[in-house]
Each structure stands twice: as structure tokens, then as C-alpha cells.
């Protein structure tokens, strides 16, 4: 059982930057893959990214490759994606996830969910 919450989005103009951060609670954290989510309305959920339980490995979808990068602390129990160049078509809510098996990007392999939060970029 694992319990995230997000925290970080805002309002930022287009080529502008945010941090977005999951405070995790659980003792199975340290040994999960992590996966952000976003969903714009009436859109989708999408992947975004992930990264394995000890950091070593990364996944970008590749809308954001390059822009994005995700990172955990686990010592901390918190996941970061840092978001760099952001376009106003990443306006959307993002979601961390959590899975006791590798990394994916399929939302329906993540069992822990945090509530989001919005991102809204402007032009």
C-alpha cells in the first residue's frame, strides 16, 4: 500500500519551467517503479515517464524527451519530474504512479495512484 500526493504545478508561460514533486508514504516505495501520468480533458491519460525503483533505469515518452527528467530520492520518498521548455500542449493534469513490477507505460499496470496536479501553460 502506497499513498502519493502530488504537488507543484501552476500557471508558467510557454518555454518556462516547473518542478512537480510525489511525496510517497508506504514501505514498499523504496521497490517500486514510478510512472507520470498526464491527461488533458477529454483526452486520454498518457505516459509521460518513469523511472525503476533504484533510479538506474529512465523511460520519456518522446513528446518530452529531452525537456523532461524524472528523478527519486528514495531516502526522502519523493519523485521529481523537473519539466524544462514547456509547450502549451503539455497543459494537462499530472499524475504519479507507483507498481511493484518494472517500469511501464501502461496506466493499468500501476495499482497507487496520487490525486494530480494541474499544469496549465500559456502561449
Known amino acids: 500500500q502506497v499513498q502519493l500526493v502530488e504537488s507543484g504545478g501552476g500557471l508558467v508561460q510557454a518555454g518556462g519551467s516547473l518542478r512537480l514533486s510525489c511525496a510517497a508514504s508506504?514501505?514498499?516505495?523504496?521497490?517500486?517503479?514510478m510512472g507520470w501520468f498526464r491527461q488533458a480533458p477529454g483526452e486520454e491519460r498518457e505516459f509521460v515517464s518513469s523511472?525503476?525503483?533504484?533510479?538506474?533505469?529512465?523511460d520519456y515518452a518522446d513528446t518530452v524527451k529531452g525537456r523532461f527528467t524524472i528523478s527519486r530520492d528514495n531516502a526522502k520518498n519523493t519523485v521529481h519530474l523537473q519539466m524544462n521548455s514547456l509547450k502549451p500542449e503539455d497543459t494537462a493534469v499530472y499524475y504519479c504512479?507507483?507498481?511493484?513490477?518494472?517500469?511501464?507505460?501502461?496506466?493499468?499496470?500501476?495499482?497507487?495512484w496520487g490525486q494530480g496536479t494541474q499544469v496549465t501553460v500559456s502561449s
Open positions: 504512479a507507483a507498481r511493484g513490477g518494472s517500469m511501464s507505460r501502461s496506466q493499468y499496470d500501476y495499482a497507487a
Open positions: 523511472i525503476s525503483w533504484l533510479g538506474i533505469s529512465t
Open positions: 508506504g514501505l514498499t516505495f523504496s521497490r517500486n517503479a
